[in-house]
Protein backbone atom coordinates (compact mmCIF):
# COMPACT_ATOMS: atom_id res chain seq x y z
CA UNK A 1 0.00 0.00 0.00
CA UNK A 2 1.38 3.39 -0.81
CA UNK A 3 -0.26 6.75 -1.05
CA UNK A 4 3.15 8.29 -3.24
CA UNK A 5 3.62 8.52 -6.62
CA UNK A 6 6.86 6.90 -8.38
CA UNK A 7 8.93 9.95 -8.99
CA UNK A 8 9.16 11.17 -12.41
CA UNK A 9 8.96 13.98 -15.18
CA UNK A 10 5.73 15.28 -14.67
CA UNK A 11 4.11 18.36 -17.11
CA UNK A 12 1.75 21.35 -16.41
CA UNK A 13 -1.52 19.49 -16.27
CA UNK A 14 -1.01 16.80 -13.84
CA UNK A 15 1.97 17.75 -11.61
CA UNK A 16 1.06 15.80 -8.22
CA UNK A 17 -1.04 13.81 -10.36
CA UNK A 18 -1.64 11.17 -7.02
CA UNK A 19 -4.91 10.24 -6.08
CA UNK A 20 -5.96 11.77 -2.81
CA UNK A 21 -6.60 9.35 0.58
CA UNK A 22 -9.65 9.08 1.90
CA UNK A 23 -9.17 12.03 4.06
CA UNK A 24 -12.31 14.60 4.68
CA UNK A 25 -11.68 18.15 3.56
CA UNK A 26 -10.47 20.48 6.29
CA UNK A 27 -12.15 20.71 8.96
CA UNK A 28 -9.70 21.40 11.96
CA UNK A 29 -9.33 25.41 11.82
CA UNK A 30 -5.94 27.22 10.87
CA UNK A 31 -4.07 27.32 14.35
CA UNK A 32 -2.21 30.12 12.94
CA UNK A 33 -5.86 32.29 13.71
CA UNK A 34 -5.54 31.90 17.33
CA UNK A 35 -4.63 34.68 19.86
CA UNK A 36 -1.67 35.65 21.02
CA UNK A 37 -1.22 34.83 24.35
CA UNK A 38 0.83 34.38 27.99
CA UNK A 39 4.63 33.37 26.98
CA UNK A 40 4.89 29.80 28.75
CA UNK A 41 8.76 29.61 28.97
CA UNK A 42 11.66 31.50 30.99
CA UNK A 43 12.42 34.03 28.73
CA UNK A 44 15.77 34.11 30.82
CA UNK A 45 16.92 31.00 30.03
CA UNK A 46 21.01 30.52 28.89
CA UNK A 47 20.47 30.26 25.19
CA UNK A 48 24.56 29.92 24.84
CA UNK A 49 24.36 26.27 23.52
CA UNK A 50 21.03 25.69 21.94
CA UNK A 51 19.99 21.79 21.71
CA UNK A 52 22.19 21.09 25.11
CA UNK A 53 20.66 23.46 27.55
CA UNK A 54 18.52 21.99 30.66
CA UNK A 55 16.15 24.06 32.82
CA UNK A 56 16.70 24.34 36.70
CA UNK A 57 13.83 22.16 36.99
CA UNK A 58 12.53 19.40 40.17
CA UNK A 59 13.78 15.79 38.66
CA UNK A 60 11.76 14.06 40.60
CA UNK A 61 8.27 15.49 40.46
CA UNK A 62 5.67 12.02 40.21
CA UNK A 63 3.34 11.12 37.60
CA UNK A 64 0.09 9.24 37.89
CA UNK A 65 0.85 6.04 40.57
CA UNK A 66 3.41 7.97 42.35
CA UNK A 67 5.57 7.16 38.86
CA UNK A 68 9.14 9.70 38.99
CA UNK A 69 10.13 11.14 35.90
CA UNK A 70 13.59 12.16 35.66
CA UNK A 71 14.10 15.34 34.29
CA UNK A 72 17.90 15.32 35.17
CA UNK A 73 18.31 11.99 33.08
CA UNK A 74 16.06 13.48 30.22
CA UNK A 75 18.31 16.50 29.88
CA UNK A 76 21.68 14.34 30.03
CA UNK A 77 20.08 12.02 26.90
CA UNK A 78 19.62 15.52 24.97
CA UNK A 79 23.16 16.70 25.51
CA UNK A 80 24.71 13.37 25.16
CA UNK A 81 22.96 13.48 21.31
CA UNK A 82 23.31 16.96 20.56
CA UNK A 83 27.53 16.33 20.99
CA UNK A 84 27.10 14.11 18.20
CA UNK A 85 26.98 15.96 15.47
CA UNK A 86 29.20 18.00 12.43
CA UNK A 87 31.31 20.76 12.97
CA UNK A 88 29.08 24.00 12.37
CA UNK A 89 25.91 25.64 14.10
CA UNK A 90 23.16 24.08 15.80
CA UNK A 91 23.08 20.25 15.26
CA UNK A 92 23.89 18.44 12.16
CA UNK A 93 23.21 14.75 11.86
CA UNK A 94 21.60 13.83 8.40
CA UNK A 95 20.00 10.51 7.43
CA UNK A 96 21.88 7.54 7.18
CA UNK A 97 24.98 9.05 8.16
CA UNK A 98 27.82 7.73 10.03
CA UNK A 99 26.50 9.79 13.12
CA UNK A 100 23.43 9.20 12.83
CA UNK A 101 24.12 5.48 13.01
CA UNK A 102 26.27 6.23 16.16
CA UNK A 103 23.44 7.97 17.90
CA UNK A 104 21.04 4.78 17.34
CA UNK A 105 23.59 2.99 18.80
CA UNK A 106 23.83 4.94 21.80
CA UNK A 107 19.78 4.40 22.33
CA UNK A 108 20.32 0.63 21.52
CA UNK A 109 23.02 0.69 24.19
CA UNK A 110 21.07 2.19 26.88
CA UNK A 111 17.81 -0.17 26.22
CA UNK A 112 20.03 -3.03 26.04
CA UNK A 113 21.39 -2.09 29.64
CA UNK A 114 17.95 -1.97 31.07
CA UNK A 115 17.58 -5.37 29.87
CA UNK A 116 15.52 -4.75 26.73
CA UNK A 117 16.01 -7.02 23.42
CA UNK A 118 17.40 -4.91 20.66
CA UNK A 119 17.95 -5.39 17.24
CA UNK A 120 18.19 -3.29 13.74
CA UNK A 121 15.78 -4.10 10.49
CA UNK A 122 17.00 -4.03 7.51
CA UNK A 123 15.92 0.16 6.76
CA UNK A 124 17.96 1.19 9.74
CA UNK A 125 15.13 1.67 12.41
CA UNK A 126 16.51 0.18 15.95
CA UNK A 127 13.85 -0.96 18.47
CA UNK A 128 13.91 -2.52 21.56
CA UNK A 129 10.93 -4.50 23.02
CA UNK A 130 10.29 -5.20 26.77
CA UNK A 131 8.47 -8.44 27.17
CA UNK A 132 4.67 -8.57 28.61
CA UNK A 133 2.96 -11.20 31.35
CA UNK A 134 0.25 -11.36 29.03
CA UNK A 135 -0.47 -11.63 25.17
CA UNK A 136 -1.17 -9.47 22.67
CA UNK A 137 0.32 -6.81 20.23
CA UNK A 138 2.41 -4.52 21.50
CA UNK A 139 2.02 -1.19 22.52
CA UNK A 140 5.25 1.62 21.46
CA UNK A 141 6.60 4.82 21.42
CA UNK A 142 9.68 6.39 19.93
CA UNK A 143 11.00 9.09 16.82
CA UNK A 144 13.84 9.99 15.42
CA UNK A 145 17.71 10.91 15.51
CA UNK A 146 18.43 12.52 12.80
CA UNK A 147 18.75 16.52 11.97
CA UNK A 148 18.29 18.94 9.27
CA UNK A 149 21.64 20.78 8.14
CA UNK A 150 22.03 23.12 11.45
CA UNK A 151 19.08 22.26 13.07
CA UNK A 152 18.58 22.10 16.80
CA UNK A 153 18.44 19.38 19.07
CA UNK A 154 15.05 18.33 20.30
CA UNK A 155 13.00 17.38 16.67
CA UNK A 156 12.43 13.79 16.81
CA UNK A 157 15.39 13.38 19.58
CA UNK A 158 12.59 14.45 22.06
CA UNK A 159 10.49 11.30 21.44
CA UNK A 160 13.37 9.06 21.23
CA UNK A 161 14.71 10.32 25.06
CA UNK A 162 11.34 10.09 25.94
CA UNK A 163 11.33 6.51 25.13
CA UNK A 164 14.25 6.12 26.85
CA UNK A 165 13.01 7.06 29.96
CA UNK A 166 9.77 5.76 29.72
CA UNK A 167 12.02 2.50 29.51
CA UNK A 168 13.70 3.32 32.47
CA UNK A 169 10.93 3.82 34.45
CA UNK A 170 9.01 1.12 33.60
CA UNK A 171 12.06 -1.23 34.38
CA UNK A 172 13.44 0.65 37.62
CA UNK A 173 9.90 1.43 38.77
CA UNK A 174 8.41 -2.11 38.42
CA UNK A 175 5.58 -0.80 36.22
CA UNK A 176 2.68 -3.84 35.60
CA UNK A 177 2.20 -4.50 31.59
CA UNK A 178 0.37 -7.41 30.33
CA UNK A 179 1.09 -6.57 26.63
CA UNK A 180 5.04 -5.88 24.86
CA UNK A 181 5.99 -2.54 24.82
CA UNK A 182 8.38 -1.43 22.26
CA UNK A 183 11.00 1.32 22.05
CA UNK A 184 11.65 2.96 18.28
CA UNK A 185 14.59 5.12 17.07
CA UNK A 186 13.49 5.55 13.41
CA UNK A 187 16.15 6.17 10.78
CA UNK A 188 16.50 9.04 8.13
CA UNK A 189 12.88 10.62 8.91
CA UNK A 190 14.21 14.46 7.96
CA UNK A 191 13.64 14.80 4.18
CA UNK A 192 16.48 17.45 3.91
CA UNK A 193 19.00 14.79 2.54
CA UNK A 194 17.14 12.87 0.21
CA UNK A 195 13.95 15.06 -0.84
CA UNK A 196 11.42 12.54 1.23
CA UNK A 197 10.79 12.81 4.53
CA UNK A 198 10.30 9.64 7.09
CA UNK A 199 12.27 7.05 5.29
CA UNK A 200 12.90 4.68 8.24
CA UNK A 201 8.97 4.75 9.56
CA UNK A 202 7.54 4.60 5.41
CA UNK A 203 9.72 1.30 4.86
CA UNK A 204 8.30 -0.01 8.68
CA UNK A 205 4.58 0.79 6.93
CA UNK A 206 5.65 -0.44 3.78
CA UNK A 207 4.81 2.44 1.65
CA UNK A 208 8.37 2.92 0.89
CA UNK A 209 10.31 -0.24 -0.83
CA UNK A 210 13.94 -1.21 -1.84
CA UNK A 211 13.25 -0.65 -5.85
CA UNK A 212 12.53 3.09 -4.50
CA UNK A 213 15.76 3.87 -3.06
CA UNK A 214 17.55 4.36 -6.28
CA UNK A 215 15.50 7.61 -6.86
CA UNK A 216 16.51 9.01 -4.26
CA UNK A 217 19.31 11.15 -4.16
CA UNK A 218 21.34 14.04 -2.09
CA UNK A 219 23.30 17.06 -3.65
CA UNK A 220 25.89 15.06 -3.76
CA UNK A 221 24.27 12.90 -6.13
CA UNK A 222 24.47 9.77 -3.60
CA UNK A 223 21.84 7.58 -3.51
CA UNK A 224 19.77 6.71 -0.76
CA UNK A 225 20.23 3.31 -1.59
CA UNK A 226 24.24 3.78 -1.56
CA UNK A 227 24.35 6.15 1.64
CA UNK A 228 22.31 3.34 3.52
CA UNK A 229 24.70 0.53 2.30
CA UNK A 230 27.89 2.27 3.43
CA UNK A 231 25.89 2.65 6.79
CA UNK A 232 25.96 -1.00 6.72
CA UNK A 233 22.32 -1.45 5.74
CA UNK A 234 20.94 -3.67 3.84
CA UNK A 235 19.41 -1.63 1.07
CA UNK A 236 18.12 -4.39 -1.48
CA UNK A 237 16.11 -6.09 1.98
CA UNK A 238 14.63 -2.98 3.27
CA UNK A 239 10.87 -4.94 2.34
CA UNK A 240 11.95 -7.52 5.31
CA UNK A 241 11.66 -4.16 7.57
CA UNK A 242 7.76 -4.11 7.35
CA UNK A 243 5.70 -4.17 10.58
CA UNK A 244 2.76 -7.04 10.87
CA UNK A 245 -0.21 -5.34 11.89
CA UNK A 246 -0.90 -8.48 14.15
CA UNK A 247 2.05 -7.51 16.25
CA UNK A 248 1.12 -4.01 17.19
CA UNK A 249 -2.04 -2.75 19.50
CA UNK A 250 -1.27 0.98 19.28
CA UNK A 251 2.00 3.47 18.71
CA UNK A 252 2.32 7.01 20.34
CA UNK A 253 4.70 9.61 19.11
CA UNK A 254 5.95 12.18 22.00
CA UNK A 255 7.11 15.19 19.60
CA UNK A 256 7.86 19.25 19.91
CA UNK A 257 5.30 20.90 18.45
CA UNK A 258 7.59 23.03 15.95
CA UNK A 259 4.72 26.27 15.96
CA UNK A 260 3.66 28.21 18.70
CA UNK A 261 -0.14 27.67 19.91
CA UNK A 262 0.70 25.41 23.12
CA UNK A 263 3.29 28.14 24.24
CA UNK A 264 1.08 31.18 23.15
CA UNK A 265 -2.21 29.30 25.10
CA UNK A 266 0.06 28.88 27.78
CA UNK A 267 -0.06 24.98 27.37
CA UNK A 268 1.77 21.86 27.92
CA UNK A 269 0.39 19.23 26.07
CA UNK A 270 -1.37 19.16 22.39
CA UNK A 271 -3.61 16.17 21.50
CA UNK A 272 -3.13 15.90 17.73
CA UNK A 273 -5.86 14.97 15.26
CA UNK A 274 -5.05 15.49 12.17
CA UNK A 275 -1.76 15.75 10.64
CA UNK A 276 -0.72 17.04 7.64
CA UNK A 277 0.39 16.04 4.36
CA UNK A 278 2.94 17.15 1.54
CA UNK A 279 3.90 17.19 -1.67
CA UNK A 280 7.32 18.23 -2.49
CA UNK A 281 8.86 19.12 -6.45
CA UNK A 282 12.07 19.79 -7.93
CA UNK A 283 12.02 22.36 -9.83
CA UNK A 284 14.63 23.21 -12.83
CA UNK A 285 14.66 26.44 -15.14
CA UNK A 286 16.79 26.38 -18.38
CA UNK A 287 17.79 29.73 -19.33
CA UNK A 288 21.31 30.39 -21.53
CA UNK A 289 24.16 31.55 -19.19
CA UNK A 290 25.94 35.00 -20.51
CA UNK A 291 28.38 37.81 -20.08
CA UNK A 292 26.47 39.95 -17.44
CA UNK A 293 27.88 43.06 -19.19
CA UNK A 294 27.91 42.32 -22.12
CA UNK A 295 24.44 41.11 -22.86
CA UNK A 296 21.95 43.34 -22.87
CA UNK A 297 18.33 43.01 -20.89
CA UNK A 298 16.16 42.67 -23.49
CA UNK A 299 18.42 39.47 -24.97
CA UNK A 300 18.05 38.03 -21.93
CA UNK A 301 17.32 34.19 -21.34
CA UNK A 302 17.52 34.44 -17.10
CA UNK A 303 16.61 31.56 -15.04
CA UNK A 304 16.86 33.10 -11.87
CA UNK A 305 14.65 35.96 -12.61
CA UNK A 306 11.97 32.84 -13.79
CA UNK A 307 12.84 31.15 -10.82
CA UNK A 308 12.40 34.17 -8.58
CA UNK A 309 9.19 34.95 -10.20
CA UNK A 310 7.98 31.63 -9.14
CA UNK A 311 9.02 31.65 -5.52
CA UNK A 312 6.93 34.37 -5.44
CA UNK A 313 4.42 33.11 -7.11
CA UNK A 314 4.07 29.95 -4.87
CA UNK A 315 3.80 32.38 -1.70
CA UNK A 316 1.35 34.76 -3.31
CA UNK A 317 -1.23 31.25 -3.98
CA UNK A 318 -0.67 30.20 -0.26
CA UNK A 319 -2.21 33.47 1.32
CA UNK A 320 -4.51 33.83 -1.03
CA UNK A 321 -8.26 32.84 0.82
CA UNK A 322 -9.26 30.20 -1.35
CA UNK A 323 -5.85 28.65 0.17
CA UNK A 324 -6.06 29.45 3.69
CA UNK A 325 -4.19 26.42 5.72
CA UNK A 326 -1.70 25.79 2.38
CA UNK A 327 1.69 26.18 3.20
CA UNK A 328 4.24 26.31 0.37
CA UNK A 329 7.97 26.64 1.00
CA UNK A 330 11.07 27.21 -1.10
CA UNK A 331 13.41 26.46 1.13
CA UNK A 332 16.60 25.25 -1.41
CA UNK A 333 17.42 26.36 -4.66
CA UNK A 334 20.70 26.56 -6.53
CA UNK A 335 21.89 28.84 -9.52
CA UNK A 336 24.59 27.61 -12.68
CA UNK A 337 27.04 28.21 -12.92
CA UNK A 338 26.88 30.55 -9.88
CA UNK A 339 28.86 33.64 -10.86
CA UNK A 340 28.93 37.16 -10.15
CA UNK A 341 29.41 37.97 -13.95
CA UNK A 342 27.70 35.70 -15.22
CA UNK A 343 23.90 35.41 -16.13
CA UNK A 344 21.97 32.40 -14.56
CA UNK A 345 21.64 29.49 -17.13
CA UNK A 346 19.76 27.64 -14.97
CA UNK A 347 18.10 26.93 -11.66
CA UNK A 348 16.96 24.22 -9.70
CA UNK A 349 14.83 24.45 -6.61
CA UNK A 350 12.54 22.51 -4.54
CA UNK A 351 9.27 23.28 -3.56
CA UNK A 352 7.45 21.96 -0.41
CA UNK A 353 3.27 22.47 -0.06
CA UNK A 354 1.46 21.61 2.75
CA UNK A 355 -2.13 20.91 3.85
CA UNK A 356 -4.61 18.73 5.83
CA UNK A 357 -6.90 18.78 2.91
CA UNK A 358 -5.40 15.80 0.46
CA UNK A 359 -7.28 17.68 -2.37
CA UNK A 360 -6.44 21.05 -1.96
CA UNK A 361 -2.69 19.92 -1.94
CA UNK A 362 -2.57 18.23 -4.75
CA UNK A 363 -4.66 20.44 -6.00
CA UNK A 364 -2.35 23.42 -5.16
CA UNK A 365 0.86 21.22 -6.85
CA UNK A 366 -1.25 21.10 -10.04
CA UNK A 367 -1.56 24.81 -9.84
CA UNK A 368 1.63 25.39 -9.28
CA UNK A 369 3.85 23.39 -11.77
CA UNK A 370 1.01 25.17 -14.52
CA UNK A 371 1.63 28.56 -13.97
CA UNK A 372 5.23 28.07 -13.03
CA UNK A 373 5.06 26.79 -16.96
CA UNK A 374 3.44 29.80 -18.42
CA UNK A 375 5.90 32.26 -16.67
CA UNK A 376 8.80 30.16 -17.96
CA UNK A 377 6.97 30.34 -20.90
CA UNK A 378 6.40 33.94 -21.10
CA UNK A 379 10.38 35.02 -20.33
CA UNK A 380 11.41 31.80 -23.16
CA UNK A 381 13.10 29.65 -20.90
CA UNK A 382 12.60 26.04 -20.33
CA UNK A 383 11.45 24.91 -17.30
CA UNK A 384 10.44 20.81 -16.06
CA UNK A 385 8.60 20.05 -13.14
CA UNK A 386 8.65 16.20 -10.81
CA UNK A 387 7.53 15.14 -8.31
CA UNK A 388 9.82 13.89 -5.63
CA UNK A 389 7.99 12.93 -2.84
CA UNK A 390 4.13 12.78 -1.92
CA UNK A 391 2.39 12.01 1.54
CA UNK A 392 -1.28 12.42 1.89
CA UNK A 393 -2.37 14.27 4.95
CA UNK A 394 -3.78 11.29 7.87
CA UNK A 395 -6.41 11.22 10.21
CA UNK A 396 -5.25 9.37 13.46
CA UNK A 397 -7.80 7.52 15.27
CA UNK A 398 -9.81 8.79 17.96
CA UNK A 399 -9.82 6.00 20.34
CA UNK A 400 -5.58 6.24 20.76
CA UNK A 401 -6.55 9.94 20.94
CA UNK A 402 -8.89 9.89 23.78
CA UNK A 403 -6.21 7.38 25.87
CA UNK A 404 -4.00 10.48 25.66
CA UNK A 405 -7.14 12.90 27.17
CA UNK A 406 -8.23 10.67 29.54
CA UNK A 407 -4.19 10.60 30.56
CA UNK A 408 -4.25 14.28 30.44
CA UNK A 409 -7.26 14.27 33.27
CA UNK A 410 -6.02 11.95 35.16
CA UNK A 411 -2.46 13.84 35.70
CA UNK A 412 -4.05 17.38 35.76
CA UNK A 413 -2.21 18.80 32.57
CA UNK A 414 -4.43 21.39 30.22
CA UNK A 415 -4.00 20.17 26.78
CA UNK A 416 -5.45 21.32 23.41
CA UNK A 417 -6.55 19.63 20.28
CA UNK A 418 -4.74 20.62 17.49
CA UNK A 419 -3.38 19.65 14.03
CA UNK A 420 0.36 18.98 13.29
CA UNK A 421 1.62 20.72 10.18
CA UNK A 422 5.05 19.11 9.96
CA UNK A 423 4.97 15.48 9.06
CA UNK A 424 6.02 12.90 11.43
CA UNK A 425 6.56 9.09 11.45
CA UNK A 426 3.60 8.73 13.16
CA UNK A 427 2.20 9.51 10.03
CA UNK A 428 3.15 6.81 7.93
CA UNK A 429 3.32 3.89 10.88
CA UNK A 430 -0.71 4.79 11.02
CA UNK A 431 -0.83 2.73 7.92
CA UNK A 432 -0.04 -0.28 9.87
CA UNK A 433 -0.91 0.47 13.60
CA UNK A 434 -3.33 3.05 15.37
CA UNK A 435 -1.33 5.95 16.21
CA UNK A 436 -1.41 9.04 18.46
CA UNK A 437 0.27 12.18 18.34
CA UNK A 438 1.57 14.33 21.63
CA UNK A 439 3.16 17.23 21.49
CA UNK A 440 5.11 19.79 23.82
CA UNK A 441 5.83 23.78 23.02
CA UNK A 442 9.05 24.69 21.16
CA UNK A 443 10.48 27.86 22.56
CA UNK A 444 9.19 30.70 20.25
CA UNK A 445 7.64 28.16 17.51
CA UNK A 446 11.47 27.86 16.49
CA UNK A 447 12.24 24.88 14.75
CA UNK A 448 14.95 23.13 12.44
CA UNK A 449 17.25 25.99 13.72
CA UNK A 450 19.95 25.72 16.36
CA UNK A 451 18.31 28.07 18.45
CA UNK A 452 15.20 25.19 18.72
CA UNK A 453 14.69 24.55 22.23
CA UNK A 454 11.72 23.24 25.06
CA UNK A 455 12.63 23.42 28.64
CA UNK A 456 12.86 20.13 30.09
CA UNK A 457 10.05 20.42 32.67
CA UNK A 458 8.26 20.91 29.62
CA UNK A 459 9.53 17.27 28.17
CA UNK A 460 9.10 15.67 31.95
CA UNK A 461 5.49 16.62 31.41
CA UNK A 462 4.85 15.24 28.17
CA UNK A 463 6.77 12.28 29.17
CA UNK A 464 4.51 12.10 32.10
CA UNK A 465 1.19 12.04 29.87
CA UNK A 466 3.08 9.70 26.91
CA UNK A 467 3.39 7.05 29.83
CA UNK A 468 0.11 7.05 31.51
CA UNK A 469 -0.89 7.36 28.02
CA UNK A 470 0.61 3.66 27.65
CA UNK A 471 -0.58 2.44 30.43
CA UNK A 472 -3.84 3.20 29.93
CA UNK A 473 -3.44 1.48 26.15
CA UNK A 474 -1.96 -1.42 27.84
CA UNK A 475 -5.10 -2.63 29.51
CA UNK A 476 -7.27 -1.34 26.78
CA UNK A 477 -8.70 -3.96 24.47
CA UNK A 478 -10.08 -2.17 20.86
Do not use: K
Not at 46 to 62: I, L, M, Q
Amino acid sequence: MTDAPVPGTVNATHAAGAEPDAVGAATVPDTAADPPGTRVADASADRSAPGTRVADVDATAPGAGGLVVDSGRIGAHLAGFAALSEGGPGCTRLAYSRLEREAHAVFAAHMGALGLAVGTDEAGNTVAELAGTGEGGAVGTGSHLDTVPQGGGFDGIVGVVAAMEVAEVVVRQGVPHRRPWRFVAFAAEEGARFGQACNGSRMAAGLTGAADLAGFTDRDGVTMAAAMAAAGLRPDRVDRARWRPEDWFAFVELHIEQGEVLRSQGLGIGVVDVISGSTRLRVRVEGRATHSGGTPMHLRRDALVTAAECVVLGDRLARDPQHRGVRVTVGRLGVEPGSITTVPGAVEFFVDIRDVDPVRQRATATALARDFDALARSHGVGLSTEVVADTSPVLLPGWVADHARDACAALGSAYRVLPSGASHDAQQINHVVPTGLLFVPSDDGLSHVPEEFTPTDQIAAGVRVLLETLRRLDGADR
